[in-house]
Structures are given as C-alpha cells and as structure tokens.
C-alpha cells in the first residue's frame, strides 16, 4: 500500500536527517511528512524550513502538522528560497513523478529550490514511491503534462489588482532535471538519479 510504501522511504530517507540539522522543504508532500515523523519519533532534534507552497498555499499544512508533532518550523515566502537556503543543511521534497532519466516532475517551485541548492552545495533528496515512476522522458518544461486547472486565472494566486486584460500564468508543476538531484529516497532503496532507469525497466519489462 502506499502508506507501507512511505514507512519503507522513511526508514531508509531518515538516516540522512542528523542531530540539529536544518531542512528546507517545499510545500506539502505526504511521504516528506512520514519521512520527518518518524525521524522524529526516533529522537531526532531538527527545525524545518517551509516555502508557502503557492498556488494552494500547501506549505502550511506543512507547519500545522510539524507544529503538531512538536517540530520547529519556519514559513518562508516561495520567493525568499535563495536567501533562506544558506541557513539549511539539505532539502527534501516528494515527488508528483520520476521520469525515466531520475528527473523529477514536481509542485511549481521544485526546479528552482533545486538550481539554489545546487549553487549553494546543499545536498537535494527526493521522497518518492515506486508507483509514481514514469516512462516520460521530458527535454524542457513545456514537455511535461499541462492540468486542466491551470488554465486561466486563479484567484487564489493572483492577488486582489490584477488588471482585467493582463493574463495570469499558473502553472502547478515543474521539471528537475536529474544533475540537480543527489538522492531519491524510494521504496525500492536509496537511488541516483541514474539508476531510476534501470528500476523502470525491472518494473516495465
């Protein structure tokens, strides 16, 4: 089951999480969510650092659930990743899929935490099941699949004053390329982005 799936990920991704670190985490991510829990639950002393998540503001459902478990947590602006990144020792975010090159199609947002992380020498991991895998194999951010939702304006992301006739572009996820990714934590094991492709083919053929 994928809560079984995300009780594997958590017991390989925690060992990754030390005493005292700090972790910057992108919006809302379910496996991320168990992962810090049961790190956690383990003992482990961290504080948290979460980017709002917009559109759907899903960062703070981040902060009530660490809040809840006791958990330090700071909310950042999205925009404000760059000058936030210099306080974190490593970033961990989930995944809405893997593609076949260990590239990761992720919540808007994802692609430039990772470029700031990796500027910055941070190590960047991914918190994945094994289902989301994809035989995609996308070249740019206009080869992923586009949502229904992100046509149009959404007032939820848009802010009181936006000009009638000025069009809004919202879209909901992006691309990471593989070169910006140093782990994936999965079900399967601790991955390199370049193994991803060998596990597609066990899993497809």
């Avoid at 383990?42 to 948290?48: A, N, W």
């Avoid at 990796?118 to 740019?140: D, G, I, M, Q």
Wanted: glycine share 8%.
């Amino acid at each position: 089951s994928s809560m079984e799936s995300r009780h594997r990920i958590s017991k390989f991704g925690d060992r990754f999480i030390q005493d005292g670190a700090t972790i910057l985490v992108h919006g809302h991510s379910r496996v991320v969510s168990v992962l810090l829990s049961n790190a956690q639950k383990k003992g482990k002393k961290f504080s948290v650092i979460i980017t709002e998540g917009r559109p759907g503001y899903s960062g703070y459902k981040t902060a009530s659930e660490l809040r809840k478990m006791g958990v330090k947590c700071t909310l950042i602006l999205d925009s404000a990743v760059a000058t936030s990144m210099e306080m974190a020792d490593m970033v961990l975010v989930g995944a809405e899929g893997v593609v076949e090159n260990g590239g990761v199609i992720n919540k808007v947002g994802t692609y430039q935490v990772a470029m700031v992380a990796s500027l910055l020498h941070k190590p960047f991991y991914v918190a994945a099941e094994s289902y989301k895998f994809s035989r995609l194999f996308p070249l740019s951010q206009k080869d992923i699949p586009k949502r229904k939702e992100e046509k149009g304006r959404s007032p939820d992301s848009t802010g009181p004053n936006l000009p009638k006739d000025v069009p809004f572009n919202n879209p909901l996820s992006d691309y990471t390329p593989p070169k910006f990714i140093t782990l994936l934590f999965t079900d399967l094991g601790i991955l390199t982005p370049s193994a991803v492709s060998d596990e597609l083919i066990k899993l497809y053929y």
